[in-house]
């Protein structure tokens, strides 16, 4: 049973570029959640994704913006990319909406470190 | 969610038994208490959570205190490979409309030493 994977592991770009980061949930899970985690910091939430849809969204511009596919992956797309944007991106599945439980534990990802030249 | 407060960083000896303290005194009656650890440059791994109950699995024990304000991750026998940040979260249970963002503080950084 595979967990969270994550592509790419590294990625180099310029300010300015844009940059999207990928994620497969773990087998049976059908929620991703996407965190930014700066050097030195605990992880950030950026936002979350269930049927397809946005669901909750954290303190991030709308130059970060995602996309869920109907097998349950996802997409981590930043456009215009600062400086400051270099950190690690996770991911992280878990099993939701439909149970009022707190046993729907999120599992993370690897994560795709992104530095920003 | 109610936010937590964790030393730093501490020692603990190969071994011995490693306690890790939060202190959560605004946790609401439904919030539960969530630890994670993540060793260096990977993601966190869910270790353990729970409501108001001791909770044991097999990597960790918690316990919550009974007024809930504060709470202790106990790994009983530290190995070197248990060197990484351990992250204290609280939050509500799930619902249809909020739902399981989890976070994360600075954490306490755990180093075992030999």
């Known amino acids: 049973d595979a967990g969270v994977t994550q592509s790419p592991t590294h990625l180099i770009k310029t300010r300015g570029q844009q940059v999207t980061l990928r994620c497969s949930p773990k087998?049976?899970?059908?929620?991703v959640s996407w965190y930014q985690q700066a050097l030195g910091q605990g992880p950030q939430f950026i936002f979350q994704?269930?049927?397809?849809?946005?669901?909750q969204r954290g303190n991030f511009p709308d130059r970060f913006s995602g996309h869920q596919f109907p097998n349950y992956s996802s997409e981590l797309n930043v456009n215009a990319l600062l400086l400051g944007d270099s950190a690690l991106y996770l991911c992280?599945?878990?099993?939701?909406?439909?149970?009022?439980?707190?046993?729907?534990?999120?599992?993370f990802g690897p994560g795709t470190r992104l530095t920003v030249l | 969610d109610a936010k937590t407060t964790q030393p730093t960083s501490m020692d603990c000896a190969e071994g011995r038994a490693a306690n890790l303290p939060c202190n959560h005194s605004?946790?609401?009656?439904?919030?539960?208490v969530y630890w994670y650890r993540q060793i260096h440059s990977q993601g966190p791994q869910y270790i353990i959570h729970?409501?108001?109950n001791n909770e044991t699995n097999e990597m960790a024990s918690l316990i919550i205190t009974e007024d809930r304000k504060s709470s202790t991750l106990i790994l009983p026998h530290a190995t070197l490979r248990d060197t990484a940040v351990y992250y204290c979260?609280?939050?509500?249970?799930?619902?249809?409309?909020?739902?399981?963002?989890?976070?994360f503080g600075a954490g306490t950084r755990l180093t075992v030493k030999p």
């Open positions: 992280a599945s878990s099993l939701s909406y439909g149970l009022t439980s707190s046993t729907d534990t999120q599992y």
């Open positions: 729970g409501l108001k």
């Open positions: 979260i609280v939050r509500v249970p799930p619902d249809s409309y909020n739902n399981n963002d989890m976070r």
């Open positions: 605004t946790i609401s009656g439904n919030e539960y």
């Open positions: 087998s049976g899970h059908d929620t």
């Open positions: 994704y269930y049927e397809e849809e946005e669901r």
